[in-house]
């Protein structure tokens, strides 16, 4: 007997699992925050980081995230998504939690005296700062711990966008699909609502250390309601026959298949990804808007502080960077655009959502005026920067659907994390090269546009900023003109 309800009225669990992915995504976001507001005003005091440490740390992430996600999506695509999401979440909450071991381990390693208090070791290694010596080993080696912790963050981190993304294929039909993966999506702006509201305030009274260990255990939460709630459609008695009709309406249309049949589960290789126009589209949609994302969710804190002396436990900090990621909730709204054209034109999705992409490229341009209307008054960089941030949302949540309009569902999560090296790269690129911009611009007095020192480091990157999302939405255009499925063997 099936699974499936036969009931008449179609059931809407699509949308409980879409929730889902959604708290999944805030707890990511907290843990990828959670060092962008502290290090700056709690952590670099301790350890004497400098622009550039902070930069290698966050480049080394991207990094190891770019890589991990090519196996992410691989893995993803041979265990399921519902085990895939499990390990995913399981690494990235322990690698979150081993943050706040750090200074325990660099007082070991620099002093030889051991403790299990974060106290303790905090005053150890401030007494051991008092020489030059000391203090550069307690900078390398508080650096190595960070970028190790990192590394286990970024690698469990790699599989949450493949899962979503694949179960967002595997509950919804293609025309849904941009704006579900938008509500999910919203999670990472909720998640930067919530964090300089919480985080800096855990810091600030519990120490730095409190605040990596309370965000990483939401995660370990997140899987007791993952590992008894997700299964797949046709296996999930809480999706009636009605439901699956409706999720799985572009069998027939496009694949060939009946609705009551399983998709055959043909497999690429990695290789096997890159020669695909497509996967080449997608890569250049991601790897400069999601290094223009990157550097927003990283440095705005430090933009902030550095630019305009508001640190991110300060009242007026908090409330900058609230108001930008409050700004980048209109993506909710943005996300839907596809949709409309798509049901109101009748557009393929394709070309609904180059349409849509076209517009929220548009948007970035304003990054030109970021720092000459920051000489006015803050709030002028802070409203566009959200501006930003809420056009790059929308561009993101059609540019990882991409993928699923044109490729298989057995396949998705691999292409989806082909792209994601894509992504991972131009993340290094920005933050690591940030960071050494900065350092850089604030040490020989750079002069460019008016703008000196550090400021004028910020100046050429939010230039570089505005103008990435035209150019990528003409090298996807170019890469693939027409609505194309990609046939496989």
Known sequence: MSAISSDTRMTNFRWIVCGLLFIALVINYLDRQVLSLTWKNF??????????????????????????????????????????YLWAIGIWSAGAC??????????????????????????????????????????????????????????????????????????????????????????????????????????????????????????????????????????????NAAELAYIEQDADKEENLAPAQDEPKTKIGLLQAFSFRQTWAVIFGRFLPDSVWWFLLFWAPAFISDVYGFSSASTTGMIAIFTIYFISMLSLFGSYLPTFFINRS?????????????????????????????????????????????????????????????????????VTGAAGLASGLGSFMSNYGAGQLFDYTDRIGL???????????????????????????CMMKILVPKYKLVELD
Not at 45 to 54: Q, T
Not at 60 to 74: E, H, P, R, T
Not at 132 to 142: K, L, Q, R
């Open 346 to 414: 009748k557009m393929n999705p394709y070309a609904g959502r180059m349409k849509a992409m076209l517009i929220f490229a548009i948007f970035p341009l304003l990054g030109v005026a970021v720092m000459p209307l920051g000489e006015i008054s803050m709030w002028f960089p802070v409203v566009i920067i959200g501006i930003m941030a809420a056009a790059h949302q929308s561009w993101s949540a059609n540019v990882y659907n991409v993928v699923s309009d044109m490729f298989p569902k057995s396949v998705v999560a691999t």
């Open 43 to 84: 952590i670099s005091p301790e350890f004497g980081w400098n622009d550039a440490d902070y930069g290698l740390i966050t480049g080394v992430f991207s990094i190891v995230y770019a890589v991990s996600m090519l196996f992410a999506g691989k893995f993803v695509d041979y265990i399921g998504t519902k085990k895939g």
């Open 447 to 473: 002069v460019f546009l008016g703008f000196e020192g550090k400021n004028a480091g910020y100046m050429i990157v939010f230039i570089c900023a505005g103008v990435a999302y035209l150019f990528s939405w």
């Open 98 to 239: 081993l943050h706040a071991f750090c200074g325990i381990a660099t007082c070991g390693i620099v002093s030889g005296h051991w403790t299990l208090s974060f106290n303790v070791a905090r005053e150890t290694i401030e007494s051991l700062r008092m020489t030059s010596d000391m203090a550069v080993m307690i900078t390398t080696v508080s650096v190595w711990l960070f970028l190790a912790a990192r590394c286990v963050l970024s690698f469990g981190e790699a599989g949450n966008f493949p899962c979503s993304i694949k179960a967002i294929a595997e509950y919804f039909p293609k025309k849904d699909r941009g704006f579900a993966t938008g509500i999910f999506n919203s999670g990472s702006q909720i998640g930067a609502l919530l964090a300089p509201f919480s985080i800096p305030v855990i810091a600030k009274f519990y120490g730095w250390e409190a605040a990596f260990l309370s965000i990483g255990l939401l995660g370990f939460l997140w899987m007791g309601l993952w590992v008894f709630i997700y299964k797949e459609p046709r296996k999930n008695p809480h999706v």
